[in-house]
Structures are given as C-alpha cells and as structure tokens.
C-alpha cells in the first residue's frame, strides 16, 4: 500500500471516527414543500420554451446561466434586447426600460383616448386567458373621467414625452418612437439610446441636458 494510500485512509478515518456508512446528500426542498429543482424545471412549459426562444435569437446557449439571464423582461422585445446590449449598468438597464415602459404606456393610454386600436405589439409574452370577470396587469383601472378629459390628460402625457426627446436630434428621436412604439428593427443604435436616456431623465427627474450629434 502507498503512502498516499495510508495518508487518505488515515484523513477518512479521522473525518468519521465511528465508521458510521456515508449518507447520500439530502435534497433541499421548497416552500411548498417539494424538493428544490433547477430554475429551467419551476418555469411552466409555456414560459420555458418562450425563454428558450430568446436564448436562441440571441445566439446563446441553452444553460442555466443564460435562461435566468433571458428572463429579464426586456430581453423579451427588439427595444429592450438592444438597450441591454449597450447599456453602462444594471441599474441603467432597470433605468431606461422604465422608459420604454413608460413610452409604450403613454402611447397606449392616447390610443385608447381617441379610440385609436392598441398598436403595440406583444413581443414574446406568455399569454394566459384570464377570466371575464378577472383582471391582469394588460387591463386598464377603472377610469371615470369623461372622454373629453381623458384626451387632454392623454395628450399632456404624450406632449411630455416629446418635449424629452427633444433634448436629443430629431433623428434619434424618431428612431427612438419607432424601435420602442412599433417594434421594428433597430438602424441607429445610437440615436435609440440617445432618446431612451432623454426620457429616463425626465422620468427620473434629473437635470436636462441636450444628449444630441
């Protein structure tokens, strides 16, 4: 027998001086009392192959890693996928998707104020049906202003937003409208995060300052 042998035989010996058998390591489980299981398997099928989706379209593999990383809402649109991509930070990541949020809501809110259809698309979200008598984050509260009031309101909102972007050239700023409002590719990256941060900045409160070329 080598000394290396002994040497581990002696370390084993030492770790577990009652020769009790060796247990096999116990499973940790849940909240709800199952055992705990790898974030791929606590996803319904639905959202599991949607985040699949994503990883693909972004030229990433399928791993653990990845699928959580792919589960950030923006990662579900082209605005959101190419903010990410050339974002600073994390925190500017939350920050100027809160601006593409808040675009998509303002614009959504004068659609419906003039009776215009909703013409924001739903890009890759799990879609379930809810009840009739339910309610889900896509339905509106209940608004008592008249029709009149709710157009003024809208239209306030939507002269906000466009007095932000016009801190940057109008050319990001129509590339920012029309990546963010109609989903469609992106040609000026640039521009794109140029109008994002001019709308964080009115969202966030910060000072103004002109962002354009």
């Not at 601006?99 to 009776?115: E, K, P, S, Y």
């Not at 937003?161 to 050319?171: C, I, M």
């Not at 994002?196 to 910060?206: F, T």
């Amino acid at each position: 027998m080598t000394a290396h042998s002994k040497a581990a035989k002696r370390r084993a010996k030492k770790a577990n001086p009652l020769g009790l058998p060796e247990l096999s390591e116990s499973r940790r489980r849940e909240k709800d009392g199952h055992f705990h299981r790898a974030t791929e398997d606590r996803l319904p099928d639905a959202e599991r192959e949607t985040i699949k989706t994503r990883c693909r379209h972004a030229g990433k593999e399928i791993t653990m890693t990845n699928i959580r990383e792919m589960r950030a809402p923006w990662h579900g649109c082209v605005a959101g996928r190419a903010m990410a991509a050339h974002s600073r930070s994390e925190q500017e990541k939350q920050d100027l998707w809160s601006a593409i949020c808040h675009m998509r809501r303002t614009q959504a809110a004068f659609d419906r104020a003039i009776g215009a259809p909703n013409r924001h698309p739903k890009c890759m979200k799990v879609e379930f049906l809810p009840s009739e008598l339910s309610a889900d984050a896509d339905t509106p509260p209940v608004d008592e202003r008249s029709d009149e009031e709710r157009v003024q309101d809208a239209t306030s909102a939507m002269m906000q937003v466009e007095g932000w972007l016009g801190h940057t050239d109008s050319r990001a700023a129509c590339e920012g409208k029309r990546v963010v409002i109609q989903d469609e590719p992106v040609r000026d990256w640039v521009g794109l995060m140029s109008a994002l941060r001019c709308v964080s900045d009115g969202l966030c409160g910060r000072r103004m300052h002109y962002r354009g070329r």
